[in-house]
């Protein structure tokens, strides 16, 4: 009987995403993609381009390469299926369309280490590390809890994910190689192109600030868009336990600098912020 409810759940999503995918694509104005690795603030983004009143649909999707369908095979093997995942498999089928008319993407980077740890939080199903996650710092599971998240994070290749993305998905998927273009580090945002394709990418760290007039000139708007807060951890359950974790956990020097000299995180941050980030973590 759960098996059936979850097969017609996935054919629902399958259904919802590609009519959501076809309007987008059949409208006058070129579709928005809010196209980036999770959790990097694609809510917040999201949230403030529905409440700007834009002409241009909006999708957002993490994975438009073959990996949508491993990723795809991998949730559903868990029981879960989300609807990131159905957009992103519907749009696929509509990458040439989508190359060939034109669209806007609006991609984000974050701190790697602030990344995973959100990460681990956001999806500890998904991880396999449900057991393990205590519903505050009284729970006698927090102790365990912070030292799996050390370990984890203490782990380079836990980082693939994030050292790869941009290849294996706007580089793969629309040609778009920002490792091998200038990111301008002082305002925290550069712009590329590529055939209809257009790009914007942000440091999630200088959304509050830059992101409004960042999207704004990108999209050709008037005046900056008021960026709307949304999918904020301390607004869910397991928040307590998301911050102590968090204000108790020490990583080891070494490890963070083999992170943080990476190519992919130099790339877009400057010598001082990724100094910064080795001392917030250890």
Same mark, same amino acid.
């Given at each position: 009987m759960l098996k059936v409810e979850r097969n017609t759940k996935n054919l629902v999503q399958r259904v919802r995403a590609s009519r959501e995918v076809r309007r987008a694509l059949s409208q006058p104005d070129p579709p928005i993609l809010i196209y980036q690795m999770g959790k990097v603030g694609s809510s917040t983004v999201r949230a403030s381009l529905r409440t700007a009143g834009l002409a241009n649909r909006t999708l957002s999707v993490h994975f438009l390469s073959e990996a949508v369908l491993r990723s795809r095979e991998h949730h559903q093997s868990m029981g879960l299926y989300p609807y990131h995942l159905?957009?992103?498999?519907?749009?696929?089928?509509?990458?040439?369309?989508? &190359?060939?008319?034109?669209?806007?993407?609006?991609?984000?980077?974050?701190?790697?280490?602030?990344?995973? =740890?959100?990460?681990?939080?956001?999806?500890?199903?998904?991880?396999?590390?449900?057991?393990? %996650?205590?519903?505050?710092?009284?729970?006698?599971?927090?102790?365990?809890?912070l030292e799996l998240v050390r370990s984890r994070l203490e782990n380079v290749g836990t !980082?693939? !994910? =994030?050292? &790869?993305? =941009?290849?294996?998905?706007?580089?793969?998927? =629309?040609?778009?190689?920002?490792?091998?273009?200038?990111?301008?580090?002082?305002?925290?945002?550069?712009? !590329?192109?590529?055939?209809?394709?257009?790009?914007?990418? %942000?440091?999630?760290?200088?959304?509050?600030?830059?992101? /409004? %007039?960042?999207?704004?000139?990108? %999209? /050709?708007?008037?005046?900056?868009?008021?960026?709307?807060?949304?999918?904020?951890? &301390?607004?869910?359950?397991?928040?307590?336990?998301?911050?102590?974790?968090?204000?108790n956990l020490h990583l080891d020097r070494s490890a963070c600098e083999s992170i943080y000299r990476h190519r992919t995180v130099s790339h877009f941050y400057s010598e001082q912020s990724i100094s910064a980030f080795i001392h917030r973590w250890t």
């Open positions: 159905a957009v992103g498999t519907a749009l696929r089928h509509r990458l040439r369309h989508l &190359t060939a008319d034109g669209c806007r993407i609006i991609s984000l980077v974050r701190d790697p280490i602030a990344r995973e =740890f959100s990460n681990l939080f956001q999806n500890p199903d998904l991880l396999q590390i449900r057991e393990v %996650l205590g519903p505050g710092p009284s729970s006698h599971h927090v102790p365990e809890t !980082y693939q !994910y =994030f050292f &790869t993305w =941009f290849d294996t998905e706007l580089k793969a998927t =629309f040609g778009i190689d920002v490792l091998s273009r200038v990111f301008d580090k002082d305002r925290g945002w550069s712009t !590329y192109s590529r055939g209809a394709v257009q790009l914007v990418m %942000l440091r999630l760290e200088d959304l509050s600030q830059a992101g /409004g %007039l960042a999207i704004s000139e990108f %999209l /050709g708007l008037p005046s900056p868009i008021e960026l709307v807060d949304s999918n904020v951890r &301390t607004d869910k359950n397991g928040a307590s336990a998301y911050r102590w974790i968090r204000d």
